[in-house]
């Protein structure tokens, strides 16, 4: 089945600077690949995602690069502010299942 | 947020207790699904349903069963909990189509089972 790998665990930042996270997924079959951010007692939420047949989103400070060949993508967080501060989740679906990775927390510093 | 609501939010229990925990939702989302969340572990499926009776298992189904009756709710059911069960589940609905799109998530209900 899919495995889902997700580093760092934990991750700190000064404020301003730029945050990446990176997940490997083993499936060729995955063809969607979200992500999420929790915030601390609270639910997860999509905060952008990203399909096989793009190599690169972006949403203001936010992007995803996916490399099909190497099975990775990353999520990558320009100019951090300290509502970055959060445990962020990567996913891969291949329309029958959804694997999550095992979280990183991210932690700005200001 | 979307319309998802969890009940109860927090219940301890005791082991060999039944316990039960519902979701609903107001936005009319064919697909539900009940996940579990643990340190280390991430979010990991339990059960989901596509439809009202219509239901199938996730990767950590053992030790659960589900009901989904009506379109706005799905209940999740521990029949005899352990405490290994003990962890925060989260309720999440989607429109979309099985993975295919953004999950939407209740609050969350935290489980202590003693």
């Known amino acids: 089945g899919e495995n889902v790998e997700q580093h760092p665990s934990t991750l700190s930042v000064q404020e301003g600077d730029s945050a990446v996270i990176k997940c490997t997924y083993s499936?060729?079959?995955?063809?969607?690949f979200p992500w999420y951010k929790q915030e601390l007692g609270k639910r997860p939420q999509l905060i952008i995602d990203?399909?096989?047949?793009?190599g690169e989103k972006k949403d203001q400070r936010i992007a995803v690069t996916l490399n099909k060949t190497a099975k990775h993508f990353s999520l990558h967080i320009t100019e951090t502010q300290p509502e970055d501060s959060a445990v962020y989740f990567c996913?891969?679906?291949?329309?029958?299942?959804?694997?999550f990775g095992t979280g990183t927390r991210l932690t700005i510093i200001p | 947020d979307a319309g998802i609501t969890q009940s109860p939010r927090h219940k301890v229990t005791e082991t060999g207790t039944p316990v039960t925990l519902r979701c609903h939702q107001t936005?009319?989302?064919?697909?539900m699904y009940w996940y579990r969340q643990d340190p280390g572990h991430g979010l990991r499926l339990i059960h989901y349903s596509y439809g009202v009776k219509d239901t199938d298992k996730g990767e950590v189904s053992d030790g659960y069963s589900v009901s989904r009756s009506k379109t706005e709710d799905f209940l999740l059911t521990l029949e005899s909990a352990t405490s290994s069960q003990t962890s925060v589940y989260f309720c999440a609905t989607d429109d979309a189509g099985v993975y295919t799109g953004e999950l939407f998530f209740g609050e969350g209900s935290r489980l202590t089972v003693l």
């Open positions: 990203i399909r096989s047949n793009v």
């Open positions: 936005e009319n989302h064919r697909y």
């Open positions: 996913a891969a679906s291949t329309n029958e299942k959804l694997t």
């Open positions: 499936d060729s079959a995955s063809n969607y």
